[in-house]
């Protein structure tokens, strides 16, 4: 078992932002890819961005420019910083590792709640 503890969430207004961390409590995963993932109501979950443990990242297209990943190796913590956020970033979000490129561990905690109302 692997716990992935997700926070950060709340309401905000369209263009507000929000910051989302994700506390590996089992520290396990510093040397793997770690993502922040979506899920928005009556779609299917995806990655919206994930970053190497040397600092590489990669983001949806979506939300690039806007969302910035980051990670704290000494603190076992991978931040999400959420800018000019739109309606369609309603989502619960998820963290995870990427056990191999690509493929998040088969284990999901509960998540952070974002919701962007107009």
């Known amino acids: 078992q692997v716990q992935l503890v997700e926070s950060g969430g709340g309401l905000v207004q369209p263009g507000g932002s929000l910051r989302l961390s994700c506390v590996d409590s089992?520290?396990?995963?510093?040397?793997?890819?770690m993502g922040w993932y979506r899920q928005a109501p009556g779609k299917q979950r995806e990655l919206v961005a994930s970053?190497?443990?040397?600092?590489?990242?990669n983001y949806e297209y979506s939300v690039k420019g806007r969302f910035t990943i980051s990670r704290d190796n000494a603190k076992t913590t991978v931040y999400l910083q959420m800018n000019s956020l739109r309606p369609e970033d309603t989502a619960v979000y998820y963290c995870n590792a990427e056990i191999v490129p690509g493929q998040p561990f088969d284990s999901w905690g509960q998540g952070t709640r974002v919701t962007v109302f107009s």
């Open positions: 970053i190497s443990s040397t600092g590489s990242t």
């Open positions: 089992g520290r396990i995963f510093g040397g793997l890819v």
